[in-house]
Structures are given as structure tokens and as C-alpha cells.
């Protein structure tokens, strides 16, 4: 199975509006970590949020929050008054085990176009 | 700029080479991760290394190796290069103390096997 799942190859939201990127996930352990990454088209790879799985609020980074469900295994990213600039990949990962000392997965990615 | 560095950019090479990527982690960054990105396998993580010993392995071939030095910059070294290969190869640095998630990555290293 999957440990990562993002269902849409493909999104499309009008500026300024909020979108949400859907991800789930597949662990059978009680401590991991959930990620989300930026890849804009330039190539570069940008850290956005973090959620660990023993937080009881939801991750907040500016713009940026992830919306965590523990019982359905989602860890959907939102992203609010989208800007043009917000057009790239977006990539979940999680890494079992906590934060570290074992290994990421990732997604397969969300291309997300921002729409003037 | 991240201020993680990754030398060399590109890199054009035949099959069976071998071939040396380098990554130098921001100031103070104790942990250096390794990732490939290719069409056919996708994001892939690689291995992780803090503070010079080996902390978590991926999915890694064997003819792929790494180290990270006392100044804290690491190499991964890839042998018997094959076309499969080909990607784009990033590190990134982490271990902030209160945010020790947050990973800093460099511009990658696109790597072409001919």
C-alpha cells in the first residue's frame, strides 16, 4: 500500500481565494511526522509546515495550515488568499518513528496553478 | 537562498562512472539529508546523516554511498552510474534546536547519465 496518497494530479484556484490539497497517509505507528514541501518550477524544494502526530492543534505557518485528521489519516494542506506566486508542486511526505531516525515518503505531488 | 550549497550543479556522465555530489548544510546545522527526484521514481529519500554518523536510511542502492565530515559538509557518492540514474539529486540541512523539523534545501544537483 501507499504510505502517501495525493489524489489530484492537478488544481486550479482563482487569486485570493483558499484551495485545499488533499494527502492521506498509511502507518500503523502511534509517533510520525507529516510535511509538506514547494517545489516551484525554478526546481528548488521549500519546507512549508509540519504536523506531529501527538499535536492536538492544527499547524499554522503564515498562509499555510495543515489540516490534520488523525482518525481518517488526512493531512490536508490549505492555503489561504492564494497569490500567484503559490503556482508550483506540492509534495506530503511522512516519516514514521517521530522526525527522525527513520526514513520520508512522499507523495506523488499536486501541481496547483493560481489563476489571475 | 537557503544557504545550503550543493556543488556541482549540473553533471554529464556515462554509464559505469562514478561520480561525487557535494553538499555543504547551513551554518550550524547539525543533520544533512540526501533526496533524489526522478520522472520514473519520484521524490525519493535517500539517507540522513547528524553530526557524522549515519542517522536514517531510505531507499538507497548499494552502489550509493555517503559521509559527512567533521566540518559538517557531506558527499554522496554514486558507482557504476546507470541510465536510470539521471535526476535530480538535493540535500537539505535541519537540526535547529526548537525547530529541528524545518529542513533548508539546496538547489540540487542535476545529474545526467548518457
Known amino acids: 500500500a501507499q504510505k502517501i496518497t495525493q489524489t489530484q494530479p492537478g488544481m486550479f484556484v482563482q487569486e485570493k481565494e483558499a484551495v485545499t490539497l488533499d494527502c492521506t497517509y498509511d502507518?500503523?505507528?502511534?509517533?510520525?511526522?507529516l510535511f509538506w514541501y514547494k517545489q516551484p518550477s525554478s526546481g528548488e524544494m521549500i519546507f512549508l509546515i509540519y504536523?506531529?502526530?501527538?499535536?492536538?492543534q492544527n499547524a499554522t505557518e503564515g498562509r499555510y495550515s495543515l489540516n490534520f485528521q488523525k482518525a481518517r489519516k488526512s493531512a490536508n494542506l490549505v492555503i489561504s488568499a492564494s497569490q500567484l506566486g503559490d503556482s508550483a508542486m506540492y509534495f506530503c511526505a511522512m516519516r514514521e518513528g517521530y522526525w527522525t531516525g527513520n526514513q520520508f515518503y512522499f507523495g506523488t505531488g499536486t501541481s496547483l496553478t493560481v489563476i489571475p | 537562498d537557503s544557504g545550503v550549497t550543493q556543488t556541482p550543479k549540473h553533471l554529464i556522465t556515462a554509464t559505469g562512472q562514478r561520480v561525487t555530489l557535494r553538499c555543504s548544510p547551513r551554518?550550524?546545522?547539525?543533520?544533512v539529508y540526501w533526496y533524489q527526484q526522478s520522472l520514473d521514481q519520484g521524490l525519493q529519500f535517500l539517507i540522513q546523516?547528524?553530526?557524522?554518523?549515519?542517522?536514517a536510511k531510505g531507499n538507497i542502492l548499494e552502489r550509493f554511498s555517503a559521509q559527512q565530515f567533521p566540518d559538517l559538509h557531506s558527499e554522496l557518492n554514486l558507482s557504476s552510474l546507470e541510465l536510470g540514474d539521471s535526476a535530480l539529486y538535493f540535500c537539505?540541512?535541519?537540526?535547529?534546536?526548537?525547530?529541528?523539523?524545518?529542513?533548508?534545501f539546496g538547489p540540487g544537483t542535476r545529474l545526467t547519465v548518457t
Open positions: 546523516y547528524y553530526n557524522g554518523e549515519e542517522r
Open positions: 537539505a540541512s535541519s537540526a535547529r534546536r526548537d525547530r529541528d523539523y524545518e529542513q533548508y
Open positions: 551554518s550550524g546545522d547539525l543533520s
Open positions: 504536523q506531529g502526530s501527538y499535536d492536538e
Open positions: 502507518t500503523s505507528d502511534q509517533s510520525y511526522g
